[in-house]
């Protein structure tokens, strides 16, 4: 077991939840929330939330025996574009969140590694890493405007839903075209 020492959280931050006010007692419960936003744009290639762009935290911080269980749901904006027909996708992504913050002195906290188990310091703790994680993961990797997209007309790029159902292309292989000119 490694312990590395984390600098103090701000009880003030956007993302630090207060746990004064829960009972230790297992099974207690608290409604924590709040809106907030990132400096910087959150997510992949094709699919992000945007800098700036409001994200809004609903959990619930439930005391157990080794810890403080945080269960809820996150909510932002992503902008991105479709893999298949590249059209703009604007939508609101909803995650499930569940993680457990051990006590400081929780049987948990000593026999597993900083890096295995989130830990509260003293009563605060910090959903900003599973807020992250929450929405990264939570994003798909192959986003599309609507399951049933066509996509692009591989001959000529245009979005098959704005092309005549008769569309095609005729291809003709170069080792025929000889025979061609003969007709």
Do not use: Y
């Not at 907030?36 to 609903?58: H, K, Q, W, Y």
């Not at 948990?108 to 605060?124: F, N, P, S, Y």
Request: with cysteine; glycine share 6%; aromatic share 4%.
């Amino acid at each position: 077991m490694t312990m590395h020492k984390t600098p103090p959280l701000d009880p003030k931050a956007p993302l630090v939840a207060d746990t004064r006010t829960l009972s230790r007692s297992p099974g207690s419960q608290k409604e924590w929330s709040n809106t907030t936003s990132f400096a910087e744009r959150l997510g992949r290639d094709m699919i992000a939330i945007p800098s700036g762009a409001s994200v809004e935290v609903r959990v619930t911080l439930t005391a157990v025996s080794e810890g403080i269980l945080v269960t809820g749901t996150v909510t932002a904006p992503v902008h991105g574009e479709c893999v298949r027909c590249l059209k703009a996708i604007e939508d609101t992504l909803s995650v499930e969140v569940s993680e457990l913050f051990a006590f400081e002195d929780s049987t948990t906290a000593e026999t597993t590694d900083a890096d295995e188990v989130m830990r509260l310091q003293g009563d605060l703790l910090d959903l900003e890493p599973v807020v992250r994680d929450a929405l990264v993961f939570g994003m798909p990797g192959a986003p599309v405007c609507r399951a049933d997209c066509p996509g692009l007309c591989a001959e000529c790029g245009e979005p098959w839903d704005t092309l005549p159902s008769d569309h095609d292309h005729e291809i003709v292989d170069p080792r025929w075209s000889a025979l061609k000119k003969l007709l």
